[in-house]
C-alpha cells in the first residue's frame, strides 16, 4: 500500500516562531497536497505541487509556504506562526492517471 | 470556483438502520466524484468514487450514483455498523481525477447501539 509519512505527528508552537512540517512518500507519486482540517470546514488545500522544484498555491495559501526538493518530500513552512493557524495538517501524494490521494497520518499543530 | 455542499454536519443513527448522506457540488466540467472517511484519530481513506453518470458504485456496503443532472451524488447505506461511526467527506476533482481535489465540510455520522 502507498506510503506516506508525516513529521512531527504533533507539535506545540509560540506566536511568531517558524513552523515546518514535513512529509516523505515512498509511493513514487508526482503529485503531493498539503490540506488543513478544521472542524466545521473540511479539508482545506492549502498548496500543492506537480512536480519537483515546483509548488502551487491551493485555496488558502496565505500564511504558508511550501517547498519541493525532490519527488518524495514536500515541505510546509510557517514563517510567522498565529494562533490561527492551530489545526491539524494532513500531507497526501496522488500518482498521474491516478485519482486516489493517499494521506499521511496528520500532524497536530498547537499554536500558542 | 469549484464547490462540494454537504447539507448535514452531524448525523446519529441507531444501528441496523438505512444513512443517506447529502452531497451536491457545483463546477464547470464534467467531474470526478469521491467518498472519503476517516475514522478518529486516523487518516482520510478513499470509500469510492465515480465519474460515470447514472452509475451506481458500491464498496464496502456503502453505495452512492453520480447524477450529473441534479449535481449529487448521494452516499447511502442499508444498514449502519457502530464501525460505521467516522468522518465522511465528500470531494470533487478534474475529469482525470487530477490536480486539485475539492472537499466538502464533511459530515460526522454517530451511530448507537
Known amino acids: 500500500e502507498a506510503a506516506v509519512t508525516q513529521s512531527p505527528r504533533s507539535k506545540v508552537a509560540v506566536t511568531g516562531g517558524k513552523v515546518t512540517l514535513s512529509c516523505h512518500q515512498t509511493?513514487?507519486?508526482?503529485?503531493m497536497y498539503w490540506y488543513r482540517q478544521d472542524t466545521g470546514h473540511g479539508l482545506r488545500l492549502i498548496h500543492y505541487?506537480?512536480?519537483?522544484?515546483?509548488?502551487e498555491k491551493g485555496d488558502i495559501p496565505d500564511g504558508y509556504k511550501a517547498s519541493r526538493p525532490s519527488q518524495e518530500n514536500f515541505s510546509l513552512i510557517l514563517e510567522l506562526a498565529s494562533l490561527s493557524q492551530t489545526a491539524v495538517y494532513f500531507c497526501?501524494?496522488?500518482?498521474?492517471?491516478?485519482?486516489?490521494?493517499?494521506f499521511g497520518a496528520g500532524t497536530r499543530l498547537s499554536v500558542l | 470556483g469549484d464547490s462540494v455542499t454537504q447539507t448535514e454536519g452531524l448525523v446519529t443513527l441507531t444501528k441496523g438502520l438505512p444513512v443517506m448522506l447529502n452531497c451536491t457540488y457545483q463546477?464547470?466540467?464534467?467531474?470526478?466524484l469521491f467518498w472519503y472517511v476517516q475514522h478518529l484519530n486516523e487518516a482520510p481513506k478513499l470509500l469510492l468514487k465515480?465519474?460515470?453518470?447514472?452509475k451506481r458504485t458500491e464498496h464496502q456496503g456503502f453505495y452512492a450514483t453520480l447524477h450529473k443532472s441534479s449535481s449529487s451524488f448521494h452516499l447511502q447505506k442499508s444498514s449502519v455498523q457502530l464501525s460505521d461511526s467516522a468522518l465522511y467527506f465528500c470531494?470533487?476533482?478534474?475529469?482525470?481525477?487530477?490536480?486539485?481535489?475539492?472537499f466538502g465540510a464533511g459530515t460526522k455520522l454517530t451511530i448507537k447501539p
Open positions: 463546477t464547470t466540467y464534467s467531474p470526478f
Open positions: 470531494a470533487l476533482s478534474d475529469p482525470y481525477g487530477n490536480e486539485k481535489i475539492t
Open positions: 505541487s506537480y512536480v519537483a522544484d515546483s509548488t
Open positions: 509511493n513514487n507519486h508526482d503529485y
Open positions: 465515480s465519474s460515470t453518470d447514472n
Open positions: 497526501a501524494s496522488q500518482g498521474q492517471s491516478q485519482n486516489t490521494l493517499y
